[in-house]
């Protein structure tokens, strides 16, 4: 019997269900087929355009011991439907929300007894995504998901009759590498995420790397949005600096990635100690060594990186500006850091940008700061494409994320790792 069951049903069903119990029923269907009701948790990767969910995992310890062999990707269907967590006004756009059937590519057992769905997903595949952006706010959301799961033939159990599933209830969006990064609110409000090292009695204090989001990764404050989410769900780049090989070649790293109120270009010299504040706090609180603070930063990120080196020339042993914006986008205005400020920049600065960047252009931004700041290096690619697929121009940050550029033969996060301030 095939039972599609949506999360609202399941929520309406009583207490049991609202827990997420995995209860064998009582009753029995024609042919001894049990009922049984289990949770079931949204299994996610950060991927390098952004976070999708990669498969479902089903709770279903409790069902008796499951005959793996007997469990293929036509055993269950998986239908996936996203929406804004915020009104969309009448006129404006958001991707991605989507309604539609995800493939399962392969059912199997995993060693606690749980049943994993694994789910079709690529960069660029369309219905997997967590994120939608919307256009008039210019703005990353962290979108409603709710997930149906239909079960079409019964479950071999390798002792008992086989079974089926009649409720299936949604519990939580599980990502291991955003869910490394604990929640945490500074003193004047500003939201942010803290990566913390596994404690070793070999090491001293450790290094704190600041990784300063893009524009679309902000709070929309008009819709009092402003989540904490997007800044890791939305790219690899604070994500990137919390791998192990990046761990490795720090010796164990600080990760902060703190959330604007809005974006960082727009007010840039008010949150610039907002931002050091963060750091300071840090510093007094945890084992972070004050000589080796790195600031790295995406397109608005990118600007707040090269401002905050501006603002503090003493407190970074490095700066990692990423497609950073130096000129105001369209050329009105007067410059968000002048000629005179990118002069006097001391503090050691690698530059990277995509020549096909059609959102900040380059030569007018990263190479006009590359051609002004003293001593500075700058790797500028031609296109972003990894793992053979190309992505927008403007996303070079995924090359820093994944340790690419490189100067005479050393790569960039062991560059910033031999600096002291």
Request: charge should be negative; glycine fraction near 10%; aromatic fraction near 8%.
């Amino acid at each position: 019997m095939s039972t599609p069951v949506t999360r609202r049903t399941v929520l309406a069903g009583g207490a049991g269900a609202a827990l997420g119990l995995a209860l064998p029923g009582t009753a029995a269907h024609a042919g001894g087929h049990h009922e049984s009701s289990v949770s079931f948790t949204l299994d996610a990767r950060t991927l390098d355009g952004g976070e999708q969910v990669t498969s479902v995992t089903l709770d279903t310890r409790r069902l008796g011991s499951i005959d793996p062999a007997g469990l293929t990707p036509d055993t269950f269907s998986v239908h996936a439907k996203a929406t804004s967590p915020i009104p969309i006004a009448p006129g404006d756009l958001i991707f991605s929300e989507y309604d539609l059937d995800r493939t399962v590519t392969a059912a199997r057992l995993d060693r606690h007894g749980h049943i994993v769905l694994e789910l079709s997903h690529a960069e660029g595949q369309p219905g997997g995504g967590t994120l939608g952006y919307i256009v008039s706010r210019g703005r990353n959301v962290r979108l409603d998901l709710v997930y149906t799961i239909t079960q079409n033939t019964p479950i071999v159990r390798r002792h008992g009759s086989p079974l089926t599933i009649t409720r299936f209830v949604q519990g939580r969006l599980s990502n291991p590498e955003v869910d490394a990064f604990s929640h945490h609110v500074s003193g004047s409000g500003l939201k942010y995420r803290l990566y913390s090292p596994a404690r070793s009695p070999r090491h001293g204090r450790r290094p704190l790397i600041l990784w300063l989001h893009g524009g679309g990764e902000g709070a929309s404050l008009p819709d009092d949005y402003y989540d904490n989410e997007t800044t890791l769900r939305a790219n690899r780049g604070a994500l990137g600096f919390a791998t192990p090989e990046a761990q490795r070649i720090f010796s164990g790293a600080y990760v902060v990635a703190p959330q604007s109120t809005s974006y960082w270009m727009e007010d840039g010299p008010r949150f610039a100690p907002l931002i050091r504040e963060v750091v300071q706090d840090l510093v007094r609180r945890e084992r972070v060594d004050p000589d080796r603070i790195y600031v790295v930063g995406c397109s608005n990120g990118g600007y707040m990186s090269l401002e905050m080196t501006v603002a503090y020339p003493e407190l970074f042993a490095a700066s990692v500006p990423i497609c950073g914006i130096v000129e105001p986008l369209g050329g009105d205005g007067p410059p968000l850091i002048t000629d005179a400020e990118l002069a006097g920049i001391h503090t050691p600065t690698w530059l990277v940008t995509s020549r096909d960047d059609d959102t900040v252009p380059p030569e007018t931004n990263t190479v006009h700061a590359h051609d002004l700041i003293e001593g500075s290096l700058v790797t500028l690619y031609d296109k972003v494409v990894w793992n053979g697929y190309q992505f927008p121009g403007h996303w070079s940050w995924i090359y820093v994320a994944r340790n690419d550029p490189s100067y005479h033969g050393t790569h960039i996060w062991q560059w910033m790792a031999c600096r002291r301030r």
